[in-house]
T-cell receptor, first 114, second 111 residues
Framework: AQSVTQPDIHITVSEGASLELRCNYS??????LFWYVQSPGQGLQLLLK??????LVQGIKGFEAEFKRSQSSFNLRKPSVHWSDAAEYFC????????????FGGGTRVLVKP | NAGVTQTPKFRILKIGQSMTLQCAQD?????MYWYRQDPGMGLKLIYY???????DKGEVPNGYNVSRSTTEDFPLRLELAAPSQTSVYFC??????????FGEGSWLTVV
């Protein structure tokens, strides 16, 4: 069965420190890959997406993600977090044959310490 | 830029009542979706539509119905509300390719 796993439910990071959020997927073939952010009381906003090509993807708000086929992973990173990065982050995948049907991971809540 | 608009934002229902969550998009997107998000969980797809007059079930369709009479509107109907339907509901839309735009959510409590 297709699945998306975000192993970390909560992560606490100090402001200015680096951040890495993990995402692993289980699919028959490489799917489309996405990261979304959800601020409290808000809808989801797309940070970045990977369809094909360069495995390092740049997104908005200074985020990047790296696709590693051998590890079935699509981890999200930011070199230096800001207090405004406190939010919940969702990894999502969609099969290329049905690219509009997203499957979401359970999310990782990021807390930023001053 | 309105994007995807959902109403109401908050609603409390009694068990057995019915209601409709409204969703409208002004981006002329063919695809529209309804997701629900339970506490500590990711989003699960309830129903989706690939165009006016066409709808299909997602992962968790039981207890819900949808219609798509126009490109712009995709209402979600709850018949006989149950406590298990307490959730946050997100409507979304996308063009042909794979970038999905979400509304701000509708918080529903069934008591």
């Amino acid at each position: 069965a297709q699945s998306v796993t975000q192993p970390d439910i909560h992560i606490t990071v100090s402001e200015g420190a680096s951040l890495e959020l993990r995402c692993n997927y289980s699919y028959g073939a490489t799917p489309y890959l996405f990261w979304y952010v959800q601020s409290p009381g808000q809808g989801l906003q797309l940070l970045l997406k990977y369809f094909s090509g360069d495995t390092l993807v740049q997104g908005i708000k200074g985020f990047e993600a790296e696709f590693k086929r051998s590890q079935s992973s699509f981890n999200l990173r930011k070199p230096s977090v800001h207090w405004s990065d406190a939010a919940e982050y969702f990894c999502a995948v969609a099969p290329k044959a049905a690219g509009n049907k997203l499957t979401f991971g359970g999310g990782t809540r990021v807390l930023v310490k001053p | 830029n309105a994007g995807v608009t959902q109403t109401p934002k908050f609603r409390i229902l009694k068990i057995g009542q019915s209601m409709t969550l409204q969703c409208a998009q002004d981006m002329n997107h063919n695809y529209m979706y309804w997701y629900r998000q339970d506490p500590g969980m990711g989003l699960k797809l309830i129903y989706y539509s690939v165009g006016a007059g066409i709808t299909d079930k997602g992962e968790v369709p039981n207890g819900y119905n949808v219609s798509r009479s126009t490109t712009e509107d995709f209402p979600l109907r709850l018949e006989l509300a149950a406590p298990s339907q307490t959730s946050v509901y997100f409507c979304a839309s996308s063009p042909q390719l794979n970038t999905i735009y979400f509304g701000e959510g509708s918080w529903l409590t069934v008591v």
